[in-house]
C-alpha cells in the first residue's frame, strides 16, 4: 500500500554503498523504518543521502507497521539549518530523536507526538529558546503521552500529597514518593529542591492554556534538575541511558 505522510527523519543507517535505512517518525502512521534506495547517489531525486531531523513529505510503501517499507520519494520541506549550526542546539535536538525512536511503540500512531517532535524542533532552531526548559516540557509530554508520567503531585504508594521539599522518584512505581514511603522502595531518584521545583512548574504548565506550554518560563538549574529526573525515568524504563544524554543533559 503506498501512502503519503509528513515525516521526521529520526534514525540513519547504511544498508549498501547507495541505500540507507531510515525510521521516520509520521504524522498519521507513527515511526516508520524504510529502505531508501539510491539515496547515496548524488544524483538521487531526495538530492542525496537524507540527515537526520529533516523533515518533509514522505510517500512510501509499507506492507505492516512492522515490516521493513521502501521509501519512494522524500521531499524536504525543513532541513533546520539553524540549529545544525550550533553544537548545544543540536545535541538536545538529537537527544529529542533518540527518545522519539526508543520510546515510541513501533505502529503506535500519535499525531500529538509527532506535533510534539514538530515544534519541538522549530523551537530549538529559534535564537531565543530556553534549551534546557524546552527539552524539559518535551521529555516531559513525551513520557505522558506513551503512559509512563502519570499525575505528579501525589506519593504513587499512600496518595497523599507529596508537599515536603524533599521527596523521591520512582522509575518502576512511575511517580513520586514521599518521605514516609521512600524507605520501601529501593529504585527511586532523590529529587532536591530545584528538581522539584521543575517538575512542579511542568504540572503547572500543563494545566494551564495550552498556548502558554511553548513559552514556557522554568529557571535553567531546575528545567536542568527535571530534565536530569526526566532522563532518569528513561534510562530506568529502557535499561540503558540514550547515547545522547550526557550531551544534552549532562
Ligand atoms: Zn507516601
Same mark, same amino acid.
Given at each position: 500500500m503506498r501512502n503519503r505522510d509528513q515525516a521526521i527523519c529520526i534514525r540513519t543507517a547504511d544498508y549498501s554503498e547507495t541505500s540507507q535505512v531510515v525510521s521516520f517518525l509520521t504524522r498519521d502512521a507513527g515511526v516508520v523504518r524504510l529502505i531508501a534506495k539510491g539515496? /547515496?547517489? !548524488? /544524483?538521487s531525486k531526495s538530492g542525496g543521502a537524507i540527515d537526520l531531523l529533516t523533515e518533509g513529505d514522505l510517500v512510501y510503501t509499507a506492507r505492516s507497521a512492522e515490516a521493513l517499507g521502501t521509501l519512494v520519494e522524500f521531499t524536504e520541506s525543513a532541513s533546520h539549518a539553524a540549529l545544525r549550526r550550533d553544537a548545544r542546539r543540536l545535541n538536545a535536538a538529537l537527544y529529542a530523536i533518540e527518545l522519539v525512536g526508543e520510546i515510541l511503540p513501533v505502529g503506535d500512531a500519535q499525531r500529538a507526538s509527532f506535533d510534539l517532535l514538530h515544534n519541538t524542533l522549530g523551537r530549538l532552531g529559534? =535564537? +531565543? =529558546?530556553p534549551l534546557q526548559p524546552v527539552l524539559a516540557y518535551f521529555q516531559w509530554r513525551l513520557l505522558q503521552q506513551v503512559g509512563?508520567?502519570?499525575?505528579? %503531585? =501525589?506519593?504513587?504508594?499512600?496518595?497523599? !500529597?507529596?508537599? +515536603? %521539599?524533599e521527596a523521591w522518584f520512582s522509575s518502576r512505581e512511575g511517580g513520586l514518593l514521599c518521605g514516609g514511603c521512600? =524507605?520501601?522502595?529501593?529504585e527511586k531518584y532523590r529529587l532536591d529542591a530545584a528538581a522539584r521545583a521543575g517538575l512542579a512548574a511542568l504540572t503547572a504548565v500543563q494545566r494551564? !492554556?495550552?498556548?502558554r506550554a511553548r513559552r514556557i518560563a522554568l529557571p535553567d538549574s531546575q528545567a536542568v534538575a527535571a530534565n536530569r529526573v526526566l532522563a532518569y525515568h528513561v534510562r530506568e524504563q529502557l535499561g540503558k541511558p540514550l547515547r545522547m544524554a550526557r550531551f544534552a543533559i549532562g
Amino acid at each position: 500500500m503506498r501512502n503519503r505522510d509528513q515525516a521526521i527523519c529520526i534514525r540513519t543507517a547504511d544498508y549498501s554503498e547507495t541505500s540507507q535505512v531510515v525510521s521516520f517518525l509520521t504524522r498519521d502512521a507513527g515511526v516508520v523504518r524504510l529502505i531508501a534506495k539510491g539515496t /547515496k547517489r !548524488p /544524483k538521487s531525486k531526495s538530492g542525496g543521502a537524507i540527515d537526520l531531523l529533516t523533515e518533509g513529505d514522505l510517500v512510501y510503501t509499507a506492507r505492516s507497521a512492522e515490516a521493513l517499507g521502501t521509501l519512494v520519494e522524500f521531499t524536504e520541506s525543513a532541513s533546520h539549518a539553524a540549529l545544525r549550526r550550533d553544537a548545544r542546539r543540536l545535541n538536545a535536538a538529537l537527544y529529542a530523536i533518540e527518545l522519539v525512536g526508543e520510546i515510541l511503540p513501533v505502529g503506535d500512531a500519535q499525531r500529538a507526538s509527532f506535533d510534539l517532535l514538530h515544534n519541538t524542533l522549530g523551537r530549538l532552531g529559534e =535564537a +531565543d =529558546a530556553p534549551l534546557q526548559p524546552v527539552l524539559a516540557y518535551f521529555q516531559w509530554r513525551l513520557l505522558q503521552q506513551v503512559g509512563l508520567l502519570g499525575d505528579m %503531585t =501525589a506519593c504513587v504508594v499512600c496518595g497523599r !500529597p507529596v508537599t +515536603d %521539599t524533599e521527596a523521591w522518584f520512582s522509575s518502576r512505581e512511575g511517580g513520586l514518593l514521599c518521605g514516609g514511603c521512600e =524507605a520501601g522502595i529501593i529504585e527511586k531518584y532523590r529529587l532536591d529542591a530545584a528538581a522539584r521545583a521543575g517538575l512542579a512548574a511542568l504540572t503547572a504548565v500543563q494545566r494551564g !492554556p495550552a498556548r502558554r506550554a511553548r513559552r514556557i518560563a522554568l529557571p535553567d538549574s531546575q528545567a536542568v534538575a527535571a530534565n536530569r529526573v526526566l532522563a532518569y525515568h528513561v534510562r530506568e524504563q529502557l535499561g540503558k541511558p540514550l547515547r545522547m544524554a550526557r550531551f544534552a543533559i549532562g
